[in-house]
Structures are given as C-alpha cells and as structure tokens.
C-alpha cells in the first residue's frame, strides 16, 4: 500500500512538473513575454531623450486608417512604401553621425555607425536600416545551429522559431518588421544614439 501510494505521489508530481515545464517552454508564450519585455524596456541610460522620428504611409485605405496615414514602413520592402512616406525628404538630423541600436526581435543587441554628409532624412534613415536588418538575417542564418523553419513547413505556430546564431533572432520573420518610430537619445559626450521602435 505504501509502495503504491509513494508510486501514485512521485507520478503525480512528475506529472506536474513536466506540465510545469511544457508551458513555461511554449512558444507562443515566450514570445508574449518577450514582445511585453521589449514595449516596456527602459533607454534612460544611454543619455538624454531629444524626441521621436515618426514613419507614417499615405494610403487609401480609410476604413482601416481614417486619416489616411499608416503609422510605420515596411523594413522588408522599404521601396514600396517609400514614394507614400510622409515628408520623406525633411532633414531629420543635421549631424553626420550616428549611432543606431537594433534589439528587436534579437537577444544579443546590435548597434551600427550611421553616416550622411548632408543629413539624416526618413527615406535614409528606413532605406539604411532595412539594409541592417536583412544583414542581421543573413548572419544569424549563417552562424545558428538551429535553422529557420521555412513558414510553409511550421505547424505549431505560424511565428519564426527561434535560432541560436551571432543575434538570437526569436519570434519574427523580416517579413513581420515594420518601422513605426525612432527615439533619440543623446550621450553625454553629445553623440546622437537612434533607438528604433519596430512592430511587428
């Protein structure tokens, strides 16, 4: 009696314990995670807050977007939006370099030196990112164990499963990435830091 009673306890807690273990493993809720954790990070310690950049598409479309503006552009095909973006050509930023950091969706952060001799526009600033992104791809591509699982072939989950390369790319395919604004940061040493805020 006791045998099977100390059966039944250590079944039911094992039991437990890989249900535990099943849903803290779930994808769909890693990446719910993961989506909140990026919305409420905290930039305050790469120096002062200057502002926002926006990235708005005129589009026709008002019954999804009633003042007919879409409020990002597209980082995988940025040339289709780029005849619709609103005040595409305004200088932004006069400075001739900056700094941009990439952390979404990647684990390990990535930042990149941007340079313009005439100034920062937003058909720049979106045409010079995307590049970065499809670069971030390419290399975690290259440097993952973990393949990305083609969309055609995903069956638990229509998200990108997560790869172990240089970025830690979890939860989005580039397709899935648009540029919806660009806070500025600037250090103390006046250096101008682009945190990009990307939806997906």
């Known amino acids: 009696m006791k045998y099977l009673l100390s059966v039944l306890i250590l079944s039911a807690l094992f039991g437990c314990s890989a249900k535990t273990n099943k849903q803290l493993a779930d994808p769909l ?3 719910k995670k993961r989506e909140k954790a990026s919305g409420e990070k905290d930039y305050a310690y790469l120096g002062k807050f200057l502002g926002t950049i926006s990235f708005e598409v005129k589009t026709t479309d008002t019954a999804n977007f009633k003042d007919g503006l879409i409020p990002w552009a597209s980082l995988e095909k940025p040339e289709h939006d780029i005849p619709e973006l609103k005040d595409a050509q305004e200088t932004l930023i ?7 950091l990439i952390d979404y969706p990647l684990r390990n952060e990535y930042k990149f030196e941007l340079n313009s001799e005439t100034g920062f526009t937003r058909e ?5 990112i995307s590049k970065e992104y499809y670069k971030i791809y390419d290399e975690e591509e290259a440097t993952s164990t973990v393949k990305t699982i083609p969309t055609e072939k995903r069956t638990e989950m229509y998200n990108r499963n997560e790869t172990n ?3 830690g790319i979890w939860g989005h395919d580039i397709a899935d990435l648009v540029l919806a604004e660009i806070q500025v940061y600037e250090t103390s040493g006046k250096k101008l830091v682009l945190v990009l805020v990307v939806d997906s």
């Open 29 to 31: 809720e890693v990446i």
């Open 124 to 128: 720049f600033l979106l045409k010079e």
């Open 165 to 167: 390369g240089k970025y």
């Open 94 to 100: 006069s400075q001739k370099a900056v700094t941009v």
